[in-house]
């Protein structure tokens, strides 16, 4: 519902004041969250009012930071404009934004009674008039800083997580030699017979394969041979001439 507001029924009734605001893009949007909720009593809320002290505006945290770009984005001069927020140039007098009571409003506008944010019905306290290049300011760079930024940590997370996929070392798949077979032909075992050796594969009465303590007693042996062979064979002669 809106409320029709007329210059010649209500007086003039300014409620802001002059402040400076740090230039930093954190800083002038917590600035403009705590212009846009004061006009419909948001800023009594806990959660809001921790995200509005932008003199110090270095204290937030990341998390704090991102219910700041939340909040603002739901308080957007898309939604506020022509209900609670008005750009008149007139109304803003020597400054480039100002604030007036419901009953102080000194030009017709028409002021909604409610706002619907979030899904719940908020009432307008008071409504504030700003230039274009205060909500250039305050609201459009600084908002567009924070979705660049956003933006680029989202490409170098997705970047990071892609080369950590790729510099993933994979497992090294090694070649088992392959077994090496070497036959060793073990030495024939040691003589231990040494001189007194005697291969079967020859005659006992032979000297070959006969070690050298046979040789003695086979030389001995054919010489005992010969000496006895004499007598037998002048014997055998002497019986075989006289017949």
């Not at 991102?66 to 308080?75: A, D, G, R, S």
């Not at 908002?143 to 510099?167: G, H, K, N």
């Not at 006895?228 to 002048?234: A, G, K, M, Q, R």
């Amino acid at each position: 519902m809106a409320a029709i507001m007329n210059r010649t029924r209500f007086g003039m009734q300014e409620t802001g004041s002059t402040t400076r605001v740090p230039d930093n893009s954190k800083a002038r949007l917590m600035y403009y969250l705590g212009c846009v909720s004061g006009l419909l009593g948001l800023n009594e809320e806990e959660e809001i009012s921790n995200l509005t002290d932008y003199i110090n505006f270095d204290k937030l945290n990341n998390a704090q930071t991102e219910k700041l770009v939340f909040w603002c984005l739901l308080l957007s001069p898309d939604v506020l404009e022509g209900k609670c927020l008005f750009q008149n140039d007139a109304l803003c007098g020597d400054s480039s934004n100002n604030f007036f009571e419901l009953s102080a409003v000194s030009t017709t506008l028409a002021v909604s009674e409610d706002i619907l944010i979030g899904g719940q019905r908020k009432h307008v306290r008071k409504i504030m008039t700003c230039t274009v290049n205060w909500i250039t300011k305050n609201y459009l760079t600084p908002i567009l800083t924070f979705s660049v930024m956003r933006q680029l940590r989202e490409q170098i997370a997705q970047q990071s997580s892609q080369q950590l996929a790729i510099e993933q070392p994979k497992p090294v798949v090694t070649e088992q030699p392959q077994p090496i077979y070497i036959t060793i032909q073990q030495p024939p075992p040691p003589d231990d017979e040494g001189c007194c050796h005697c291969d079967d594969d020859h005659a006992w009465y032979s000297c070959s394969g006969k070690g050298c303590g046979w040789i003695p007693f086979l030389i001995l042996f054919w010489l005992t041979c010969g000496i006895l062979s004499i007598p037998c064979f002048c014997i055998l002669w002497c019986f075989c001439g006289d017949d």
